[in-house]
């Protein structure tokens, strides 16, 4: 079956550094994976997704990620925080086919912003 | 606006009671999910429609929940005899291919 892992679960990162979260996935086929951004009672915003083709793709707000096939990663990076990136990020997996499509998240990390 | 809509936005309810939500999915989009997050957690699936038709459900949907999107349009989602465990965001996504579109949910509160 397919999942998701979000190794973890609280990550602090001081603002105007580097960012790197961590992802990884097990899934049969060529998966189709996405990163998400929840803010407090809110739902899901799509960051940036990898469907084919160039293994580094680029988002919103200045995310990109990379899709490693011999790790089984999908992580996502930013160069440099702002403090309105606090916020809580998933990582997901799409299921096609058998009539159970949908998507099979990670338990999220929990990112926070040091001034 | 044109995104996925949920209403109510929270509902507090006693233990016992039923509660129903609704969901208006992007107009053109014929396939619609529900997810519940629990605190501290992921997203879990829930039940998934292709226009009107409900194609998947999961062990999580018991048969005190009930989910329709007649005509393919909205769906409501029904929990009969609400227990505390119930008490969780419950989440709506339309798409029309892989990438899902989430409303804010519905976060429910049983007493």
């Known amino acids: 079956a397919q999942s998701v892992t979000q190794p973890d679960i609280h990550i602090t990162v001081s603002e105007g550094a580097s960012l790197e979260l961590r992802c990884n996935y097990s899934y049969g086929a060529t998966p189709y994976l996405f990163w998400y951004v929840q803010s407090p009672g809110q739902g899901l915003q799509l960051l940036l997704k990898y469907f084919s083709g160039d293994t580094l793709v680029q988002g919103i707000k200045g995310f990109e990620a990379e899709f490693k096939r011999s790790q089984s990663s999908f992580n996502l990076r930013k160069p440099s925080v702002h403090w309105s990136d606090a916020a809580e990020y998933f990582c997901?997996?799409?299921?096609?086919?058998?009539?159970?499509?949908?998507?099979?998240f990670g338990k999220g990390t929990h990112l926070i912003i040091q001034p | 606006d044109t995104g996925v809509s949920q209403d109510p936005r929270h509902k507090i309810t006693k233990r016992g009671q039923n509660v129903t939500f609704r969901c208006d999915p992007i107009?053109?989009?014929?396939?619609l999910y529900w997810y519940r997050q629990t605190l501290g957690q992921g997203p879990e699936f829930l039940t998934y429609f292709q226009n009107e038709a409900q194609l998947e459900k999961s062990r999580l949907l018991s048969d005190r929940f009930s989910a329709e999107r007649p005509k393919g349009s909205f769906s409501t989602l029904e929990i009969q005899r609400t227990e505390q465990g119930d008490s969780a965001m419950y989440l709506c996504?339309?798409?029309?291919?892989?990438?899902?579109?989430f409303g804010s949910g519905t976060q429910l509160s049983v007493l």
């Open positions: 996504a339309s798409s029309d291919r892989e990438k899902l579109f």
């Open positions: 107009s053109e989009h014929n396939r």
């Open positions: 997901a997996v799409y299921n096609s086919g058998g009539g159970a499509d949908g998507l099979t």
